[in-house]
Every structure is written in C-alpha cells, then in structure tokens.
C-alpha cells in the first residue's frame, strides 16, 4: 500500500507525548464524512486522523484517488439515471440546482446550512409530491459486501447530519454506483443500469441522532476548541503513519542530516543487489518479449508451461481518452477538467 500524502501543517504545532497541541489558528468545521472516524465507526479514519485535519496540521491529499474522482465524475450521471428510472418517488434535484455554485477544493465549499461545529454538502434533494424534501447521497463503491445489509452505518451517520440540519425526515434516500477497477481507470465508460445502480431507503431515528451529535459536540470542545488531539492509536497503522509524521516534521536539521546518511548507505547495499541481478532482468525482459510475440503471431491467448507449474495468458483491454480538440469544437473548456500535478523527485548523490 502506497504512503498517505499530507499536506503541509497549516498551523504551528507541538508534539506531547502520544498527541498534538495546536496553536489554535485552525478549527474547521465537522463534516458528514468526519463524523464516522469520530466515533470509531470509520474504515479508513480515526478520531487522531480526524481532529488533526479539523485542526490543520495532517490533511491528507485524497483528492487524485481513483474511488474519489470516479464518484465526482458520475454523480451526476446517477442522478439522472435514477430520476429516470423513479419517478413515482418524487423530483430528483441535484445539489448543483440548489446551492451555490461549488468550484475549486471541496474543502472550501460554503456549507449548506449554518452551525457552529458542524457543516456539509449534499449531493442532491428528493422532492415529494406532498411537499417533503429528503436527502438525496450518491455513492460509488466496489466493496458490495459492506452494502449486504443496507446502507453502511459510516454513511448512515453522514447522511444523518445532513438530514438533521436540512430536512428533518424520519428517511433519507442513498444511491449506490456498483464500480469495478476497470472503471476507476475510465469513469466515462460506466453507464447506470439495474444491475449497477441501487436506491436504498435510508430510515433515520431523529431522536437517537441527536444523542450522536451531542457525542461529537462533547469530543468538539474537549480536543479541537482546546487545540489539542486525542492521543493517536498504535494500533491503527493510519494513527502511527501519521503521528510519525508529524513527529519526522518537528526534527531538527542534525537528525535529518543523520536520516540522509542512514538512506544513503542503504542506497548504496541496494545497489550492489541492483547490480547483480541486472543481466538476469535483461534475460527475463528478452524471454518475455520473445513469449509474446509468438502469442501475438499465433492469436493465442493463453498457454501452459512445459512443466505445468505455470501459465501464461495475454489479455487485451481497449481503453479511451478525452480528445481536447473535439471539446473545444463542442464549446467545453478542457482546462476545466484537468487536474494538474506536481511531482517533487527526491535524490541523494555521492559527493565527489
């Protein structure tokens, strides 16, 4: 698994001990998708994860994820799908006909309604016919287990937020995109259907949420109103990564001196190893051009070892790419779409 990226502290910080004391600049707001790492509930967050983004010192950068940019890239796609395919519930409205036009980071998005801890953006709103207006959430996801029993109890809580400030209905509707790796490499060429797309009625226990609120209002003002986090967990490697993070941020310019030479020894062992094995890599790239070759002359696709201890296979997957031109010609700015990187190369070289 691939190392969180962070985004630099945006605050000044300290570490004690097993948490982080903040200089208070920074208090964000509770979003739907933070209230679950709050009360433990969350796969992917924590309460540490959590307070230390609400308090500006580890945000991580989740915004070129592929689960992300797909569910950005359909949402839309679903709603009308879903809008077409039921009416008899209601106007399927998308957040976009509602609220203020969303640009930029979704971090910076005016929240859709007004608290002192707490904020959030709906995805859309389902307008009955007897006037009562429930919350409307898309969600795309490749892990159907989780769904077997209905909604996850982690996108309960979310959706239950933004029920509680905007509708106040005893029911909330949850859509699910059913994604496959295949397409998070290209989310245009996903099209909803009935055996990809599901609606699920959502009941909501106002009551009971109320006391989940008051939960997270209490864990509010005891950690981020205090600038302070809860300690980090050694149990839950995304505490650990992070915490030492945050520690590795604090080091002085001596022990960082110290890392470059621990890395570059390290370096050098790997190196020799390199060295060792780089015919042998040279063979095995030349034995497999060689294979496949042959597969391709004779349109074969898959082929048993002599031994039988091994197969080889080749596969063909066709995939697609947005031509900028034929968007310019149809009045669409590509710029609009793009998303632009940054990558930093990191190197240490023997001085001479």
Same mark, same amino acid.
């Given at each position: ?15 004690? %001990? ?29 309460? /540490? ?6 308090? +500006? ?46 640009? +930029? ?54 959706? +239950?937020?933004?029920?509680? /400030? ?31 797309? /599901? ?48 520690? +590795? ?45 042959? /597969? ?55 001085? %001479?």
């Amino acid at each position: 698994m691939a190392a969180r990226i962070y985004e630099h502290p945006e605050c000044a910080y300290t570490v004690e %001990k097993d948490y982080i004391r903040t200089d208070g600049s920074i208090k964000r707001k509770v979003s739907g998708t933070m209230m679950a790492g709050i009360v433990g509930a969350s796969p992917w967050s924590s309460p /540490f994860q959590v307070a230390c983004n609400l308090l +500006g010192v580890g945000v991580e950068n989740i915004s070129n994820k592929p689960a992300v940019m797909a569910g950005k890239a359909l949402e839309s796609k679903i709603i009308d799908y879903v809008a077409k395919t039921y009416p008899e519930y209601g106007l399927f409205v998308p957040a976009e006909s509602i609220y203020k036009k969303r640009e +930029g980071d979704h971090a910076t998005w005016e929240s859709d309604f007004e608290d002192d801890v707490f904020a959030g953006h709906v995805d859309g709103i389902l307008m009955g016919e007897d006037g009562s207006n429930h919350i409307l959430e898309i969600k795309t996801s490749g892990n159907l287990r989780s769904w077997e029993d209905g909604v996850p109890y982690y996108y309960q809580l979310q959706v +239950g937020l933004y029920n509680h /400030f905007i509708s106040q209905q005893d029911k909330a509707y949850v859509v699910l995109g059913v994604m496959t790796p295949e397409i998070y490499k290209d989310p245009n060429a996903w099209e909803p259907n009935d055996s990809n797309t /599901f609606m699920f009625e959502m009941p909501i226990d106002e009551k009971e949420f109320e006391r989940k609120l008051e939960y997270v209002k209490g864990w509010y003002a005891l950690y981020i109103a205090q600038g302070i986090t809860p300690p980090y967990d050694p149990g839950i490697p995304g505490d650990v990564e992070l915490y030492n993070h945050l520690v +590795g941020l604090t080091q002085s310019n001596e022990e960082i001196s110290s890392l470059i030479d621990e890395y570059f020894e390290l370096d050098q062992e790997v190196k020799q190893h390199e060295s060792v094995v780089k015919e042998k890599v040279k063979v095995k790239d030349g034995l497999k051009a060689r294979i496949k070759n042959w /597969f391709d002359c004779h349109e074969v696709e898959s082929l048993d070892s002599k031994s039988g201890q091994c197969y080889a296979t080749i596969s063909t997957r066709e995939s697609s790419v947005i031509d900028p031109e034929l968007l310019r010609a149809d009045g669409i700015d590509p710029e609009r779409y793009t998303i632009k990187t940054i990558t930093k190369t990191f190197t240490v070289k023997k001085r %001479k």
